[in-house]
């Protein structure tokens, strides 16, 4: 494989979309574990956190078919830990969780040298680094980061 602005944007989008469709998988279970009465604020923030990371894997699904590539699908499952007692503070680690990695797959993105991508890969960077202080993150110097 070479390593053509395409090849390398396509890539960065392939693993952006993996992640992408983690979360959407993640953010859906933990929507269903949270209560929008006992729970409001972390239930908003779960439920925004995935509509925003459905709308995003549709885009990005959208931007690998015009590189001419095919997206990768979903995975059957995907591994959580176990948060089924409604604990608020296991929901919105494994919600933390999910941000930071979507977060690492934008910074790729952001790297990969397409201009076209870097733009909208620094804005999904920083929405999910304001996002992380929802689920009690830590603001961080440099989001995206491992």
């Known amino acids: 494989m070479s390593d053509t602005p395409a090849e390398t944007a396509t890539d960065a989008l392939q693993v952006v979309l993996a992640g992408e469709h983690a979360a959407v998988f993640v953010l859906g279970y933990l929507g269903g574990q949270t209560s929008a009465s006992a729970q409001p604020a972390l239930f908003q923030a779960v439920s925004d956190a995935y509509d925003t990371h459905r709308g995003r894997r549709d885009q990005v699904a959208a931007a690998i078919r015009d590189l001419g590539a095919e997206p990768v699908a979903a995975a059957p499952a995907y591994e959580i830990d176990d948060v089924s007692t409604g604990s608020g503070t296991a929901i919105a680690g494994e919600a933390l969780a999910v941000e930071r990695a979507c977060g690492t797959a934008y910074g790729l993105a952001i790297a990969s040298g397409d201009p076209t991508q870097r733009r909208w890969?620094?804005?999904?960077?920083?929405?999910?680094?304001?996002?992380?202080?929802?689920?009690?993150?830590?603001?961080?110097?440099?989001p995206g980061r491992t």
């Not at 804005?123 to 304001?130: E, K, P, T």
């Open 121 to 142: 890969a620094l804005d999904a960077l920083l929405d999910s680094a304001v996002r992380e202080l929802a689920f009690d993150g830590e603001p961080r110097v440099f």
